[in-house]
């Protein structure tokens, strides 16, 4: 099993530019997850879905959007990006609903720098 | 509003010394308690949880109601606990997401 996988894993946009990640949880798992990693700080929640709809949404603009498809893989969007929109994204996927109770398992991320 | 304080950026101690890292928390009902760590080159992953009450690789965390505090606990350090650890929470409902400290690196010496 090859975890959760993220793509791309490295990428360079310029500000205004808009971007789309990607994620693919583990096979059987129905919850995604997104998070933010600004380097220093511990993760920030972003999003949660579970059986493509949003179950969650953190103090994020509306700039971001994501989605989850039928085969539960999941895109996040950031539009009209920013300079301090430059971070880690990581993506996580459990077995259940993604309550915050449950094991959360974790991509190795993408990152994002905005120039 | 939930919050998590890792006080700590960084701890050093000698292989076979006592590791404590300390998180407090801020949350108004009864909250789950986690610690992830990250080892170097490797993801972020669930180390334990307080609802399983748990001991894994050695380490303990005990949830102090009163003084709102889940400080991560190993008697004696291994090399191989060198990473990044963070503390998270999760609320109930509405507030069901995770919550993450901003991690503490764990470097033993040899």
């Known amino acids: 099993d090859a975890g959760v996988t993220q793509s791309p894993t490295h990428l360079i946009k310029t500000r205004g530019q808009q971007v789309t990640l990607r994620c693919s949880p583990i096979s059987g798992h129905k919850s995604v997850s997104w998070y933010q990693q600004v380097l220093g700080q511990g993760p920030q929640f972003i999003f949660q879905y579970y059986e493509k709809e949003e179950r969650g949404r953190g103090n994020f603009p509306d700039r971001f959007s994501a989605r989850q498809f039928p085969n539960y893989s999941s895109e996040l969007n950031v539009n009209a990006l920013l300079l301090g929109d430059s971070a880690l994204y990581l993506c996580?996927?459990?077995w259940g609903t993604g309550s915050g109770y449950e094991k959360l398992f974790f991509g190795s991320g993408t990152q994002l720098s905005v120039l | 509003a939930q919050r998590v304080t890792q006080p700590e950026k960084l701890l050093s101690v000698f292989k076979g010394a006592p590791v404590e890292l300390k998180c407090n928390y801020s949350y108004s009902g009864s909250p789950e308690l986690f610690w992830y760590v990250q080892y170097s080159r490797q993801r972020l992953q669930l180390l334990l949880r307080?609802?399983s009450r748990e001991s894994i690789k050695g380490f303990t965390a005990d949830l102090n109601k009163g003084e709102t505090s889940f400080h991560l606990k190993k008697p004696f350090a291994q090399e191989e606990d060198s990473a990044m650890y963070y503390c998270?929470?999760?609320?109930?409902?509405?507030?069901?997401?995770?919550?993450f400290g901003k991690g503490i690196t764990l470097s033993v010496r040899p």
């Open positions: 998270a929470l999760s609320g109930t409902g509405a507030n069901s997401k995770l919550t």
């Open positions: 307080h609802i």
């Open positions: 996580a996927s459990s």
